[in-house]
């Protein structure tokens, strides 16, 4: 697991809209599914790769973390302050997001280790998304009964935290 480089976004951008597409079908519309481009996701690969090798991450609690397996681009892990007005917590895990067949590996739960340790976090994952409840759960994460409407793919967020 390492920061992100100027050569990751293409691939990066691929792994983002491939685990999007293989996760969300039959969370959000099969027309949203099926439009998601890894042109959509370069831009962000971009920013942050350059942001890094400009020495230019904000120290404010941001963090980005890549995972390759056998140097393929395998997860990834978003986080920082929180995007809310009134957070529950500070700090938010903005995406956390593994390739299927590294799903269970213990790949996704070391991403939120390096990129968290034990600080408090919150975070929503889409409604339906019972693998990512489940796996939250398990890292301590709870649903605290807020949702949120995600007025870009249609979907019903719910929200979960982690206390200190």
Known sequence: MREPRPGDP???A???ARVWRETYRGIMSDEVVDALDPEQFRPLW????TAYAEDRVADDGRGFLVALVAGEPAGFCMHGPSRD???PVPHQVWSLNVVPEHQGTGLAQELLRRA???QAAYLWVAQGNHRAV???EQQGFALDGAQNLD???GV???RMVRPS
């Open 10 to 12: 293409e691939s990066f």
């Open 151 to 153: 007025g870009h793919e």
């Open 85 to 87: 007005d009134n957070p």
């Open 116 to 118: 968290l340790g034990e």
């Open 46 to 49: 971009e920013q942050v790769a």
């Open 156 to 158: 019903v967020e719910l």
């Open 14 to 16: 691929r792994l983002h």
């Open 134 to 136: 489940r796996f939250y």
